[in-house]
């Protein structure tokens, strides 16, 4: 008898048909990517698919009552989907799935438009945690929505379509590098120089910001707009890149905004393609990058405010619907990297094409800001996973004391849910262009669905 822990490699363990069913349902995820690389975008996408599988929009303060299926729209930027369940498991409390739909970008800032030397230029503020220099000399598209003085909202998307101009942030040539190759990685990449190129033909007639006037022109044809109206846009520099298959054997998946989207997807399948008498919300957070802060993030009172909606609507007591709920925190976790070895703990790390991950904590230093979820808990999941045949295995972000990071568990758990953060294994996270093995990705959709069953 064995009695060590190994962690069993996916499609070495699959039989022929479920390694099919992998690979058909990565192209499923690739279309969801390519169609939604914002919140706003994630959102729509998911309210179309949501549609279709019956879910009716939800009004806050509508009673919510058994059979229901409903969705709540949170400002087109954060997703709840409720599936009201049997009255006589409600006493087991709901099972909530979720994920975040905003992914690192270049968000413009609100008085973005300048020229230098007959250039123009957008001027950017980062969003979430990135290593700036990766976002030079890449292919960018504009995505967002501008409101105008009148009310009225013009939604942007450009540089996705073969035939759209893309934008681009400049680097410096190696040839004139020997300064800013001598400093640190952390001082060497200004982030104010993270301005995107947006047109160099300056208007005949004019004198001063020519090439500014010329851009401004084209804008107000497209748009109707003139340069006030980004005081009220918000307008995202996402990668122009489209999902593609990694590897002679097409095992991994490259894209922009695998985190959290890797997530976000499976969890959508499983709530729509699930029969399940429980009650199940999942949940597409916004946010999540940068705290999780504000009306869209996950430290908003909404989700229990949800929760009494759902509470009233089958006639039992919110604080006992809260302690008795379980939730998946469906986010994504580092995967071992080879060539940066020394940045893990091999025992402890997660491996690409291992399966979905569960990562018990997460946290800085001495765990710090981490929802440490309790053995127990843990426990309980293993189980159900045995039993439903899932390939699961144990995460954690690096090496001890290296450096860290959180996810929307803590937020959940601090109103007394039981969570674990459970989700997809990442190489190059929060690059431009991520990678996910799409054997995970498909155990993160069957342990999701086990979890609502
Ligand atoms: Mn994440
Ligand atoms: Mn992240």
Request: one cysteine or more; proline letters at 3%.
């Amino acid at each position: 008898m064995d009695l060590t822990y190994k962690r069993k490699n996916v499609l070495k363990e699959v039989d022929e048909e479920e390694k099919e069913v992998v690979f058909s349902y990565a192209e499923g995820y690739k279309t969801f990517l390519d169609n939604g690389k914002t919140e706003r975008e994630a959102v729509a996408e998911t309210i179309a698919m949501a549609k279709k599988a019956g879910y009716k929009e939800y009004a806050l303060g509508q009673k919510i009552e058994p059979g229901d299926k409903l969705f709540f729209n949170n400002r087109g930027k954060s997703l709840f989907l409720i599936k009201a369940g049997k009255k006589e498991l409600i006493e087991e409390g709901i099972r909530i799935l979720v994920a975040h739909v905003d992914s690192p970008r270049l968000d413009l800032k609100q008085v973005p438009l300048y020229e230098k030397n007959e250039l123009a230029y957008l001027k950017t503020h980062y969003y979430g945690g990135i290593k700036k220099y990766q976002w030079m000399t890449i292919p960018l598209a504009l995505h967002g929505v501008i409101v105008k003085k009148d009310g009225s909202k013009v939604e942007v998307k450009v540089g996705e379509n073969d035939d759209d101009p893309v934008f681009y942030v400049t680097d410096l040539l190696p040839h004139l590098s020997q300064e800013q190759n001598e400093k640190k990685v952390s001082v060497a990449f200004n982030p104010e120089k993270l301005n995107i190129l947006v047109g160099a033909i300056p208007l005949p007639e004019e004198e001063k910001d020519a090439v500014k006037k010329g851009v401004l022109e084209i804008l107000n044809k497209l748009y109707g707009i003139s340069e006030e109206d980004f005081l009220s846009a918000e307008i995202e520099a996402v990668p122009a890149f489209k999902a593609r298959d990694v590897g002679f054997d097409r095992a991994l998946v490259a894209s922009y905004g695998h985190d959290d989207r890797v997530c976000a997807y499976p969890e959508i399948t499983a709530t729509l393609g699930t029969e399940t008498d429980r009650t199940v919300m999942t949940i597409l957070a916004d946010k999540e990058e940068i705290g999780s802060e504000g009306n869209t993030g996950m430290q908003c009172d909404l989700i229990a405010d949800l929760i009494d909606c759902i509470a009233d609507g089958y006639g039992v007591s919110s604080a006992l619907l809260r302690a008795r709920s379980k939730c998946l925190s469906a986010d994504v976790t580092a995967a071992y990297d080879p060539a940066y070895a020394d940045a893990f703990e091999e025992k402890n790390v997660a491996y690409l094409g291992k399966g979905v991950a569960m990562n018990k904590f997460t946290g800085a230093r001495g765990k710090s800001g981490s929802n440490d979820a309790s053995a127990e808990y843990v426990g309980f999941l293993r189980c159900l996973f045995e039993k439903e045949g899932v390939i699961w295995q144990t995460g954690e972000l690096g090496r001890v004391d290296l450096g860290g990071g959180g996810t929307v568990a803590k937020y959940l758990a601090n109103r007394n849910i039981d969570t674990v953060d459970l989700g997809v294994p990442v190489l190059s996270m929060h690059a431009p262009y991520e990678l996910i093995g799409k054997a995970d990705l498909y155990q993160a959709h069957k342990a999701f669905s086990a979890f609502i069953k």
